[in-house]
């Protein structure tokens, strides 16, 4: 899996302008959690346009430091309904097709070289684990995941064991439910 070195963003790393919107969206009180100047510079972009990642990270790391923990969450929610949400419903019917998903949806929403990426690690009834190298917030990425789970009406934990932002050389995500059968595993054969 090609990877940025944590922590780091490849310098032509772009996000979907739908995400930066995104990030207005689920913020009732934008202007008062990015500043003025950060929030009008998110609001100009087109939902369709490529911006530099550099604009993402710098609004999720202002929410993080003025919102906490339960915003980030959020906004990875908010973000799911907003710019992945329409085009999940058609292709995902269970936890396989979401979580097999995740880095095609990642690339969906982001272009460049060495932008990082997820990777299944293993996949068994009620449970699996990925890595994970993309830039974006962790907190967020598990709003975003959690979203997509709910959308299916799969209850899952999610425990985040290594991060880059901690000196990892990635992510490490564990998904757990009790739903074990079809709704889970999608006719896939399971996986170590």
Not at 52 to 61: H, V
Not at 123 to 129: H, K, L, T, V, Y
Not at 163 to 176: G, L, Q, T
Request: charged share 20%; with cysteine.
């Amino acid at each position: 899996m090609e990877q940025p070195t944590p922590g780091q963003t490849a310098s032509d790393h772009e996000i979907i302008g739908s995400d930066i919107l995104s990030v207005i969206t689920a913020l009732p009180l934008a202007d008062l959690v990015l500043g003025n100047e950060l929030a009008a510079r998110c609001r100009s972009v087109k939902p369709d346009g490529w911006y530099p990642i550099s604009l993402f990270t710098e609004a999720l790391q202002r929410v993080g430091s003025k919102v906490g923990r339960f915003g980030l969450l959020q906004l990875g929610r908010q973000i799911f309904a907003t710019s992945h949400a329409a085009a999940f419903k058609q292709r995902a019917h269970n936890a396989a097709d979401a979580l097999y998903g995740i880095n095609t949806m990642y690339r969906r929403a982001n272009r460049g070289s060495a932008i990082g990426g997820w990777e299944m690690v293993s996949f068994r009834p009620g449970q699996a684990e990925m890595l994970k190298t993309t830039p974006p917030d962790c907190l967020m990425v598990e709003g975003i995941v959690s979203e997509a789970l709910r959308t299916l009406e799969i209850p899952t934990m999610i425990e985040q064991r290594e991060c880059v932002h901690k000196k990892a050389p990635h992510c490490r995500f564990v998904f757990s439910s009790s739903v074990t059968g079809d709704l889970w595993m999608g006719g896939r054969a399971i996986f170590p």
